[in-house]
């Protein structure tokens, strides 16, 4: 049978080239249809293959936050061993807007955006009115684009700023790496993609909107002890919070260094990836956030303090060379070393940025210590992410670390 077997029998005086036009309409219809029953059952896709529309799930949409008190990420992390707040209070109230391609709208739209910034939930800031993308354009006033995204790994980042870098000119692109769980979760891109993970973990507040069967994120239950909240005293002040213990233990380095890791690796080549795909003329900046771990624990009521390091976890290398986390008893020095080792990392992150000379990094560390040791809560106390202050004092030091490079304009002339 060949080709012309296939064509319909028509009437006399139909020409050939109206048999092919009828087989391209009905081939069109087939397509429409075809795309159709992927949207409406996208489950027919392999993983691979819905990823990037699970990426911008919620694109071109508005979502009218009420952020309050049991919608931070600890209430998730250790379901059912908080304490219920017994005022539910509303933190924030905003409107939160992703544009056609699912990335958080700037609060001031702009026709261009010499700066671009990228990173994950710490960028994205879906938890505060105005994250530090939108202070940085206002304090320099200088438009910024923000690309970060909740969940992304540094893989995850570096295919970003392949897509997006590079769409206009730039005088600067910006990367937030999170030092709580940017290298130890470094490979989670490849092997659980966004578009496969518990929407729980993505946004509370969203899941619990996404439908009846996802559970909400605190559970009310009447227990006679419950693990967290942690009193943290700072000088006269007084705080209850819930600190991620994963975050301080992920801070230490394995026996044979962050620098033997396959970690270490991707981190690199995800760097690699970053300075290929950004605009010849845009300057680097690489800046690294803290974690509310490492900056509370020290101040954390000393018996709950000991309660916390019998929840040690040892960091090692497995086979695949990878970072894991497996729980330990705590050495017998577990305070010394959490206090001689509590920089481990930070001071790994520094030395790969020292060999790469475009990038210039800006080190949020130093004034969220002294900010912390001041009595200031920069961090929501049941939630891993900056506060409205937080993102105020990472704004601040970003924009004047752009102000002293001489070399890198803030915008083109």
């Not at 020409?15 to 249809?33: C, D, N």
């Not at 992927?38 to 936050?65: M, N």
């Not at 475009?358 to 939630?383: C, K, N, Q």
């Amino acid at each position: 049978m060949n080709t012309q077997d296939l064509l319909p029998t028509l009437p006399a005086g139909y020409s050939w080239r109206m048999r092919l036009m009828l087989v391209g309409f009905g081939l069109l219809i087939a397509l429409v249809i075809g795309f159709g029953l992927l949207i409406l059952f996208p489950d027919l896709l392999p993983a691979e293959v819905t990823a990037s529309r699970y990426e911008r799930f919620y694109s071109g949409t508005s979502y009218e936050v009420e952020y309050r008190i049991s919608d931070g990420d600890m209430f998730m992390f250790y379901s059912g061993s908080i304490r219920p707040p017994e005022d539910n209070a509303l933190l924030q109230h905003f409107m939160l807007t992703w544009d056609a391609d699912g990335f958080r709208v700037p609060a001031v739209p702009a026709e261009s955006y010499p700066i671009a910034a990228f990173g994950d939930s710490f960028t994205e800031g879906y938890t505060v009115p105005l994250p530090w993308p939108d202070l940085l354009a206002e304090n320099l006033g200088v438009a910024v684009r923000n690309y970060g995204y909740r969940g992304y790994s540094p893989i995850e980042t570096a295919r970003a700023v392949e897509e997006f870098a590079g769409v206009e000119a730039r005088t600067w692109i910006i990367y937030m790496f999170f030092s709580g769980n940017d290298l130890n979760e470094i490979t989670r891109a490849t092997r659980d993609p966004i578009n496969a993970r518990d929407p729980r973990y993505l946004i509370g507040f969203l899941a619990e909107s996404a439908g009846d069967n996802i559970q909400g994120a605190v559970e009310y239950e009447t227990r006679d002890h419950y693990d967290y909240p942690t009193p943290v005293i700072i000088g006269g002040n007084y705080y209850e919070m819930v600190l991620l213990d994963l975050y301080l233990w992920s801070q230490i380095a394995p026996l044979e260094g962050f620098a033997a890791s396959r970690n270490a690796e991707i981190l690199n080549a995800s760097l690699d990836q970053m300075e290929a795909a950004a605009p010849p003329r845009s300057c680097l900046a690489f800046v690294f956030a803290p974690n509310s771990a490492q900056l509370y624990f020290p101040y954390v009521y000393p018996t709950e303090k000991q309660w916390l390091l019998g929840q040690w976890r040892d960091q090692i290398i497995d086979e695949d060379g990878l970072i894991q986390q497996g729980k330990a008893a705590p050495p017998p020095d577990a305070d010394m070393i959490i206090e001689t080792r509590l920089y481990d990392q930070y001071r790994f992150i520094r030395g790969v940025l020292a060999d790469r000379s475009r990038w210039h990094f800006i080190d949020l560390l130093p004034a969220f210590e002294a900010a912390v040791g001041r009595g200031e809560l920069l961090y929501y106390s049941y939630d891993t992410h900056w506060n409205s202050d937080g993102h105020a004092l990472a704004t601040q030091i970003i924009a004047e670390a752009l102000r002293d490079v001489s070399d890198c304009p803030l915008e083109f002339e």
